[in-house]
């Protein structure tokens, strides 16, 4: 029993000592680990410090984000208000576009019409659409179809040869029975401007135009005019007229057109009172009121926009 204690004794100190030497400090086990680890450790912290030059991989990500959350805040709101901003004024485009084309009837602005060009006595600017002869020699008297019931009256247009000559006329006349749509009865002095008289018919294209004028509207009551009846004419527009309405009531009263040009009131509704001139454009000019003075031409000082 002696020596197996002995024997068991010495087996423990072994142990012991066994254990002690490897949890001594400086164990080469114990540096490798630590020394595996502070690289490590390291290179994580340089990896989370920003990099002054951007140049690394691991800072470029989280900057990119970073640009990425701070610019859509602002580019998504400014581009926003663009787009509307610029709605608007494409709406109100084709609104002023869908206006001018209800408004102006046959004869559009910016549509280049073909026909041809003959000539007739024009006795001073006198014809179809009442107009009093004023010396003015350049006019010209539109095709059946094309005058639409007087809506071309007074309108400018500037009508181009086929050798490149151009003259501007005022329609003051309708060109009956055999002109075509498209075609032009131009007085003797406006054709001349075009070709030879002797040409006698002429093809041409020609297209509505908004002139420079130092005229202003004028506006007159027809013979036989009262407070219970009247006819009114509007004379000088530079632009061609789409409506004249007078005031009836606290209303505007639109009146029809008669296809001597003359806008008709039969009721005897707003004879005397404000009227409301709109030309083919959509512009809108209020004139006070005017008294009932048959064939009288009375100025308003005022003409409608240039286009």
Known sequence: MSKRWLFLSAAAVLIVVSLALVL????????????????????????????????????????????????????????????????????????????????????????????????????????????????????????????????????????HAAGGATVTVRITNECPGDCAPGQIDLSAQAFAKLASPSAGRIPITWNLVSPSTTDTISIRYKTGSTRYWCGIQAIGHRNPLARLEVLAGGTWRQLPRADYNYFLSESGSGCGGAIRLTDIYGERLTLPALAVRPDVVQSTGLQFARH
């Open 24 to 159: 001594l400090p400086g164990d080469k086990n114990s540096e490798d680990v630590t020394a595996e680890a502070g690289p490590a450790t390291t290179a994580q912290t340089a990896t989370n410090s920003p990099s002054p030059t951007g140049t690394s991989p691991a800072s470029a990500t989280p900057s990119a984000h970073a640009s990425d959350a701070s610019e859509k805040p602002s580019v998504t709101p400014s581009a926003r208000p663009t787009a509307a901003s610029a709605t608007p004024s494409a709406a109100k485009a084709r609104q002023q576009a869908a206006a001018t084309a209800s408004l102006a009837g046959r004869i559009k602005p910016g549509v280049t019409y073909r026909g041809v060009a003959t000539f007739y006595d024009a006795d001073g600017g006198g014809g179809a659409c009442l107009y009093d002869p004023d010396g003015d020699v350049l006019t010209g008297a539109m095709n059946t179809a094309d005058y639409e019931s007087s809506k071309a009256c007074g309108a400018y247009v500037l009508v």
